[in-house]
């Protein structure tokens, strides 16, 4: 069973550091040359409608599918998420959404800077699309299952804020 990629993001600074430092000493992750969001292709089963979207000052997208009836969601809580992430192409790369729901505080840096940046603002029951330039993800080098440079599209769903 593979550890999800947002859950690897937990791991404490030192560790984060020796990573970084692994990295890049290692032939095995090449470091590439990031997509562009605007230029990239999408698979039409994503959904994705830059038109549609918002585009944050950090470059990254947003668009609501569903707008939640809940609580707000703010930086600083914990919440409760359901996800699907996949590459432009389609493939899918990770997911949560069946069993215990993906946990973490906003804002803490506990995942991937474009979760702390597109979660904000959204409402218990809501259904967002993040599209996320490979800075604000994994970026250049590969890393795991996600090769350096990748724009990364996640279907995201509030469950709880507790």
């Not at 040359?33 to 959904?47: K, R």
């Amino acid at each position: 069973h593979a550890r999800s990629p947002l859950m690897l993001r937990t791991l404490r600074l030192p560790a984060l550091l020796l990573a970084a430092v692994t990295a890049c000493s290692s032939t095995d992750s090449p470091i590439r040359d990031a997509q562009v969001i605007e230029t990239t292709t999408f698979a039409p089963a994503l959904g994705v409608n830059l038109g549609a979207s918002t585009k944050l000052a950090s470059g990254m997208y947003i668009r609501d599918i569903t707008v939640g009836t809940g609580a707000d969601v703010v930086a600083g809580q914990n919440v409760s998420m359901r996800y699907t992430g996949t590459f432009n192409n389609g493939t899918q790369f990770d997911a949560n959404t069946s069993g215990t729901p993906f946990s973490f505080r906003l804002g803490a840096g506990q995942v991937i800077a474009g979760w702390d940046q597109g979660i904000v603002g959204m409402k218990v029951g809501g259904v967002r699309q993040l599209i996320i330039p490979s800075a604000l993800g994994y970026g250049r080098s590969d890393y795991g299952p996600i090769p350096g440079g990748s724009i990364l599209v996640f279907t995201v769903t509030v469950v709880s804020v507790p």
